[in-house]
């Protein structure tokens, strides 16, 4: 089963997320989310960030997580190609990322994700597996 594809939204960029678990989907979703960013083989795992967020309804844990792993690339440089995560539950999202602090010269960053938006939001199950659907503002 293919983990994502990526969909032309006028100015924009989408992403359409598959996995048969929650876990699965929201992994899936984070590993698409860099690779629009940048060549996550040029990625090495150097650390880990833990990252929790509060409960939610589907459609807005998966937004925040991204925004999450956006502010920290952002704000602190760093990309991650490696995600873990520990729990989604009725208390939220536990997870850690894995990755390393922006080498210019090393890291090229092929896409500026300026958000994660709600436009078009989907998150459900159908049949057996999940999917996701979510646009990015560039």
């Known amino acids: 089963?293919?983990?994502y594809e990526l969909i032309d939204h006028t100015a924009d960029i989408g992403m359409i997320i598959y996995g048969e678990t929650l876990e699965d989907l929201f992994r899936?979703?984070?590993?698409?989310?860099?690779?629009?960013?940048?060549?996550?083989?040029?990625?090495n795992i150097h650390l880990w960030r833990k990252i929790s967020i509060g409960k939610e309804s589907l459609e807005?844990?998966?937004?925040?997580w991204l925004t999450e792993l956006l502010f920290l690339h952002e704000v602190e440089g760093?990309?991650?190609?490696?995600?873990?995560?520990?729990?989604?539950?009725?208390n939220g999202l536990k997870a850690m990322a894995g990755g390393e602090e922006f080498k210019e010269g090393f890291h090229i960053i092929k896409t500026q994700v300026k958000a994660v938006t709600y436009h078009q939001i989907v998150v459900k199950k159908e049949d057996s597996i999940w999917m996701a659907r979510i646009i990015l503002d560039l």
């Open 78 to 90: 760093l990309l991650f190609k490696e995600f873990r995560i520990e729990s989604i539950d009725d």
């Open 28 to 43: 899936n979703a984070a590993e698409g989310f860099f690779n629009i960013i940048t060549d996550l083989e040029s990625i």
């Open 60 to 64: 807005c844990l998966i937004v925040d």
């Open 1 to 3: 089963m293919k983990k």
